[in-house]
């Protein structure tokens, strides 16, 4: 029998934050019978989320590495469900082409099907023209591709406006955490304390609690399609493009628009006020890679700046606990959006584990 937010057995779940992180571990302990509080500094959502942007890839295989892979399906499950929780299309299954050495393809064909994820390659004319680094093989996994971001943040928060014993808290900051006793502060001085609580503020997270995390400036670039024609109808996410093998695309459909980014101009910085700095030669470079051969057909729709925090060790995410009933999402890495569901999952058995 499921737990309503009445029993007593049921615990109160404070989150910090309202980006993907803190919206999905909202769902999934309101589902599990908890009564829940959100605290989000801006409004719900807030377009100056991390999370908060048209796309994010989501992919399964990771070569090397079938743990991360077995997460990956474990999320890939999650994102199904949650489609139809949310009652809304937030998934475009086009698939994720990655490039992949030519001479390491047997073994990715392997290692891909004892995974179970399943693979094509498919043929370079029916796609757009991608700029696959020479000596390698587009790869297209058929279970990713992307999700609609900002569609997944409101649907999000609708589901949880309407949810008995769940309390959104727009424009509420959190100024400080005891990290001891697991108070929270907020700004005007209230004091809150829950059975659990989660720090998913994103980049900002470390203003909160301590973390060994290294914070990066990635600078993204929005295009409109080619006049005259072009391949993107279906067209997968495509990734390990351009000269270095780091350029990513994003592509266009269900009114989003084509996202060109690279690893090469994500950045090591200090804060996130970016403002002043100059995007040109980030954009010169990214525009040099060769991530899209033809780019100079597109139209430039538009520029943006994003942070995001990845574990100074690992360069990977990092959830951890501060305490039994304090936990932090102190870095996300660059999968935190696809990821998120497994975040929700974790802290849900944490709060059983803390009862
Ligand atoms: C350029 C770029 C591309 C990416 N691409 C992908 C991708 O393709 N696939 C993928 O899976 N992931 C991707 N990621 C990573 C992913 O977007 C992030 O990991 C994820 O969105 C982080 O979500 P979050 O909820 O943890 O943080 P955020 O979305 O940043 O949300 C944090 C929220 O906390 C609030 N907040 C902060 N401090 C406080 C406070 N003190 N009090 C109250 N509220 C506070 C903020 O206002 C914000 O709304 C990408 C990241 C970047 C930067």
């Known amino acids: 029998m499921s737990r309503s937010p009445t029993d007593s057995a049921a615990a109160h779940v404070v989150v910090v934050g309202a980006g993907i992180t803190g919206l999905l571990t909202a769902i999934a302990c ?118 609609l971001a900002d569609r997944v943040l409101r649907a999000a928060v609708r589901w949880l406006t309407a949810r008995p014993g769940v309390a959104l808290r727009p424009h509420s900051t959190v100024r400080s955490v005891f990290t001891g006793s697991g108070r929270i502060v907020l700004d005007g001085g209230e004091v809150l304390r829950g059975d659990l609580a989660l720090l998913a503020g994103g980049p900002w997270t470390r203003r909160l609690a301590a973390a060994p995390v290294t914070l990066y400036r990635q600078t993204m670039l929005y295009l409109g399609r080619p006049p005259g024609g072009d391949r993107w109808d279906g067209a997968p996410t495509a990734g390990g493009l351009g000269r270095e093998g780091r350029g990513w695309v994003l592509p266009p459909g269900a009114g989003t628009l084509l996202k060109l980014s690279s690893d090469t ?39 943006r700046v994003c942070h995001y925090t990845a574990d100074a060790a690992t360069g990977g995410p990092l959830l951890a606990p501060v305490t039994p009933g304090l936990w932090t999402r102190a870095a996300c890495g660059g999968s935190g959006f696809s990821t998120a569901p497994l975040v929700a999952e974790r802290i849900t058995e944490a709060v059983k584990e803390a009862a």
């Open 265 to 303: 101009v994500c950045r090591p910085v200090a804060d996130t006020d970016s403002t002043g700095e100059d995007q040109r030669p980030h954009l010169e470079r990214l525009a040099a890679e060769g991530v899209l051969p033809d780019l100079e057909r597109y139209p430039v729709a538009g520029v």
């Open 30 to 147: 309101a589902r599990a019978g908890h009564r829940v509080t959100v605290l989000e500094r801006g409004p719900l959502p807030n377009p100056d989320a991390t999370s908060h942007d048209q796309h994010r890839a989501i992919r399964t295989l990771l070569p090397g590495d079938p743990d991360g892979t077995a997460r990956r399906i474990a999320a890939h499950r999650h994102w199904e469900e949650l489609e139809t929780l949310l009652g809304t299309p937030l998934y475009r299954r086009v698939g994720v082409l990655t490039a992949h050495p030519a001479d390491r393809l047997d073994d990715l064909l392997a290692e891909a099907d004892q995974a179970g994820v399943p693979v094509d390659l498919p043929d370079g004319r029916d796609l757009p023209p991608l700029g696959l680094p020479p000596g390698t093989v587009g790869v297209r996994e058929r279970t990713g591709g992307v999700l």
